[in-house]
Structure formats: structure tokens, C-alpha cells
């Protein structure tokens, strides 16, 4: 038995499939959750895809400026298998997302076992095992790793590119100065990874600038005997590998720049443009601002990282102080970095989601692990703790981490950590996502009679995803809560049998929740102590307010709603 502790598996190849095993199957876990982002945007960003793809019109490929090329391209082959491969069967929209987000999902789970090898090698199993398992049961990590979105995989894809980065560079972990410090095919992989994230949001080009940061601490034990001669080898070559293999895999993979650069690059502009424009649904500390300042993200870390990373992290400070971390601290100071550069480029949008943090979630995660095995060698050396229990530990710690994020699973949107208070805080003082939790209309309409369901109109905020849960009856935009003056919508509540609300809706619009004041809903879903969904009765609303049903109409012209991208 103790032979067989002490010898516990530590084949990278078996790792690697625990881990991609360990990632896949929560995400297999079918949610029928639906984001706004992924419904307004990328579904259809997805059919349009493959309308230009089959058309020949490249240059139509070119729809936004993140540019989200992967996110498509995996939904197209989703979506291009399942109707003429697998019988074209008509699914409901929530079951027929499950089809559209698998290749996604694969990816993701693929890209972080992937990430693994390198880091072991960086970092050494016990770092990079504990890591990678800290990263990839975070909940709200999780969520944006299960959607047709764009974010969870320029999380993957970044990750895996930082990894083989680090890998590259020899002597920013190991001791041995010799005349090869840097894997030049491996810089060159690690371009290829840092390609396919820039292809999916533009700011993975963020990658550019660590290679850069890599080179120069890589070359930093050659400081008294470098030459001109080895800086531009070792230094400037490496980022030019990794820079032509990126320009290359970003060229080859999206068929717009083979016939419109110009517009891709138009859109680029459009999109620096964009996120630095004071933006009109931030929310932040209890009320809607343009810009939420430089606070915003380490306010939003805190909330969305479970405690033991957030712990991990003080640890890993104490460490470090206590100089721990003195002979390894080049490649520490990298990964510390590769979080801090980062969190500081995007506080300089205006523009601020807490999803766009989730870049910086394994880099914290590996930081946390080291913190935490450096407070499990300090007890076991006082206390004399044989390796044996060390092994047993360390598994148990593993499979407690995998667990409770399984509390989470297919509703991890809805996670908040409870070092913040957990739900019982949070939208007061983060955006509650972008029209998750809107599932709840679809519990509500299940249980309205069957002669009332499709009779039944519905107004509702979020349509594109609302409208998913209730088919067949008539929805009606919420037109109100996009609006500051109850008068503008009357004839919309006027017609309405269901008033649905939001959570985001006090927060981005709260001078239009007036006609709801005092008034008790019929219907509440609450997700892990958060409130999403509320239903008031439609003749309950207008006798508060006062307004008479007529014979009026619907105004024709029914803008549709603008949503956050």
C-alpha cells in the first residue's frame, strides 16, 4: 500500500487524460441556460458563416471585430454534422445549443490538457496538476467554457499558448546556461495557440507582448557576456518566430483577409474604438456608470474566484516574502505579469465586463497552487508528516476541488465566491451577466395551462434568449425598461398578460422599474441565492399604474433591443 502511495501515477499521458476527462464531462452536463451574447450574436454570426463560407464571399466572414473566426467556425462544423450527418432532426433551440457548443466545449478541455505537458515541465506535476485543477473547476470559468462564445476560449487558447511560451524559454526555470535557451519550434507552437486566441478575441495579440517580457528575462543570466550578436538570436528572433507563426495561423484561418484586409482592419479600428467609448451598460457598486475606474476588475476577481485561489494567492504573497519563491522567481515574476499587465490593459477600457478577467484565471491559479504547496511543505516539515500522507493529502484536496464544482455545474454563471457573501451581495455590485437565468421563464410557462400557453403574451426583457423558453405564445419586447418615461410604453402593458424582469434590468435601467414598485411577483426564480427572473401579473401592473385597457394596437415600429457584446 505504501509502495503503492508513494508511487502515485505520474505519466504525463495518464495526467493528461484525467485532466481532459476531469474538464469535459461537467461541460457535458447539458444546461438549458442560454447567454444573450450567445443567442443575439454568435448563432447567427455562426449561419452566416457558413452562408459566406459557401457562397465564396470571404470577405463577408469579416462580422465583428473580436473577431470570434474559431467561435464560428466550431459552430459551423457543429452545426453543418449534425444536419447532414446525423438526420437534420428539428430540436428545440436549448437542445439544439447542446449541438452547436459541443466542438467548443472540446476544445476548451483539449486545449487545457494540452497546456498541461508544457507546464509540467515548467512548473513540475505537483505545481501544474494542482494549477490546472484550481482553473478549470471555476465555476464561472466554466460557464463561458460550455457557450458558442468567444471568451472561455480565448481563455483555453491563451492558456496554452502562455504555457508553451514558457516552456520555450530554458533558462527562465531551469539553471542551465548553455548555448540553446530557447525551443525555437516550440516558440513557434506557442504563435500558432496565441493565432487562434487572436482569431477569437483580438486582445489575445496581448500574447506579443509576453513573448516580448520572456526573451528579456530569459536573456538576463547572459547579462555580462551578451553580445549584439546573441540579443538579436536570443532575444529578437524568438519574437519573430512567435510573431510570423501568429500573422501566419491568423491569415491561413480567416478567409476575410484572403480577399478584404481592409475591412478587417476596419473593424479592428472599430473595435479599439468601441471599448474605450464610455459604454452605456457598465454597472458597478450599485448603479450604472460609463466607466467603472481601475477598481473595477480586482472588485470583480474577488467576487467570481473561489476562496481557495483567492487564499492561495495571500499564501503565495507570504512565500514570496519569505523568499520561497527566490530561485524560481524570474519565472514567477512572468506568470505575475502575464495577470497584472493584463488586468491593467482592460481597466484602461471603458467598457468593462467581469468575464473579461477570465484570461488572468489560470495564471492566478497557478500562483495560488505554489502558495498552497508551500504552505502544505511548511506543515508537513514541522509536524513530519511522511510522503506517503503528503500523496493522500494532495489526492483528496484534488477530488474535493473537482466536487464542489459540481455544486455549480450547468449554472455556474450564477457563482459568487463566499469570501464575497455569496449571491446575497453581488447585484449590488456586479452586472448579473447578460440574460442567464432567463430558463425561468421556460419553468413558469411549463406550468400555465395548455389552452393559455401559446395565448399568452409575454413581455419580456432579453427577447432573443426569452423568447427560446415560450415558442409558441406571442412575446413583446420590454420596450419599457430600455426606456426612462413609463408614458413611451404603455401600449406595450397595455398588452401584456406576463411583465417578465431581469436582474441586469434594475441595474443598468433603474429609474424604469417604477411601474413595478410595491408590486408582488407571481413568479421568482433565484439561481444560488441571485434572483434572475420575476413575473408579475399583467392586470396587477396596470391597475397600479393606472392604465386602461383599450382597443390600441401595438406600435408597428418595435425597435430591436440593443445587447451588450
Request: proline letters at 5%; hydrophobic letters at 50%.
Amino acid at each position: 500500500m505504501n509502495t503503492f502511495l508513494r508511487k502515485l501515477p505520474q505519466s504525463t499521458a495518464v495526467h493528461f487524460v484525467l485532466i481532459f476527462l476531469a474538464v469535459m464531462l461537467p461541460l457535458l452536463a447539458t444546461s438549458d441556460a442560454m447567454q444573450t451574447d450567445e443567442m443575439n450574436h454568435w448563432q447567427f454570426r455562426t449561419f452566416y458563416f457558413i452562408s459566406a463560407m459557401s457562397y465564396g464571399h470571404f470577405g463577408d466572414t469579416a462580422q465583428t471585430e473580436h473577431p470570434g473566426v474559431t467561435t464560428v467556425l466550431l459552430g459551423s462544423l457543429a452545426h453543418l454534422t449534425w444536419t447532414h450527418g446525423l438526420g437534420n432532426t428539428p430540436l428545440p433551440m436549448p437542445e439544439y445549443m447542446h449541438i452547436l457548443r459541443l466542438p467548443v466545449k472540446i476544445v476548451n478541455a483539449l486545449a487545457i490538457a494540452l497546456a498541461y505537458i508544457p507546464m509540467r515541465h515548467v512548473f513540475g506535476w505537483r505545481v501544474a496538476l494542482l494549477g490546472i485543477a484550481f482553473f478549470a473547476t471555476e465555476p464561472f470559468a466554466r460557464w463561458y467554457m460550455r457557450l458558442l462564445h468567444i471568451d472561455g476560449m480565448t481563455m483555453t487558447l491563451m492558456l496554452l499558448s502562455f504555457g508553451l511560451m514558457l516552456f520555450a524559454f530554458r533558462t527562465l526555470y531551469t539553471d542551465e546556461l548553455d548555448d540553446r535557451p530557447v525551443r525555437w519550434w516550440i516558440v513557434g507552437l506557442s504563435g500558432v495557440a496565441a493565432g487562434m486566441a487572436a482569431l477569437t478575441r483580438f486582445s489575445a495579440v496581448y500574447m506579443f507582448g509576453m513573448v516580448g517580457i520572456c526573451a528579456l528575462l530569459n536573456l538576463w543570466p547572459y547579462r555580462r557576456e551578451l553580445t549584439l550578436g546573441r540579443f538579436v538570436r536570443w532575444g529578437g528572433m524568438p519574437v519573430a518566430v512567435f510573431t510570423g507563426a501568429l500573422v501566419i495561423t491568423w491569415v491561413a484561418f480567416y478567409p476575410a483577409m484572403w480577399t478584404a484586409p481592409q475591412r478587417v482592419w476596419e473593424q479592428t479600428i472599430h473595435g479599439v474604438d468601441n471599448a474605450t467609448t464610455p459604454h452605456p451598460v457598465n454597472f458597478f457598486m450599485g448603479q450604472p456608470q460609463q466607466d467603472p475606474g481601475a477598481i473595477f476588475y480586482p472588485v470583480a476577481l474577488y467576487f467570481r474566484l473561489t476562496p481557495w485561489v483567492f487564499a492561495g494567492l495571500m499564501l503565495a504573497g507570504v512565500a514570496a516574502a519569505r523568499g520561497a519563491l527566490r530561485d524560481r522567481a524570474r519565472l514567477w515574476l512572468t506568470v505575475l505579469l502575464f495577470a497584472v499587465v493584463y488586468v491593467l490593459i482592460i481597466s484602461l477600457q471603458a467598457k468593462k465586463f467581469d468575464r473579461y478577467a477570465l484570461t488572468v484565471y489560470p495564471a492566478l491559479s497557478l500562483l495560488a497552487s505554489v502558495g498552497w504547496l508551500w504552505l502544505a511543505g511548511q506543515i508537513g516539515s514541522r509536524f513530519n508528516i511522511r510522503v506517503v500522507w503528503g500523496n493522500v493529502a494532495y489526492v483528496v484536496v484534488l477530488v474535493g476541488i473537482v466536487a464542489h464544482s459540481l455544486i455549480f455545474v450547468t449554472r455556474e454563471y450564477a457563482y459568487v465566491s463566499p469570501l464575497a457573501g455569496g449571491g446575497r451581495y453581488a447585484a449590488a455590485v456586479l452586472l448579473m451577466n447578460s440574460g442567464e437565468g432567463m430558463e425561468g421563464l421556460l419553468y413558469f410557462f411549463e406550468r400555465l395551462p395548455e389552452d393559455e400557453r401559446c395565448n399568452a403574451r409575454f413581455m419580456i426583457p432579453y427577447i432573443k434568449v426569452g423568447e427560446q423558453y415560450i415558442q409558441c405564445a406571442e412575446d413583446i419586447n420590454i420596450k419599457y425598461l430600455r426606456d426612462t418615461s413609463l408614458q413611451k410604453n404603455i401600449d406595450y402593458i397595455v398588452h401584456a398578460d406576463y411583465i417578465v424582469n431581469h436582474a441586469t434590468m434594475p441595474q443598468i435601467e433603474p429609474d424604469t422599474q417604477a411601474a413595478l414598485e410595491g408590486l408582488t411577483p407571481i413568479f421568482t426564480y433565484t439561481v444560488h441565492g441571485i434572483v434572475y427572473v420575476e413575473i408579475y401579473d399583467g392586470d396587477t401592473v396596470r391597475a397600479a399604474n393606472q392604465i386602461t385597457v383599450t382597443d390600441s394596437t401595438l406600435p408597428d415600429d418595435i425597435p430591436a433591443e440593443s445587447e451588450s457584446s
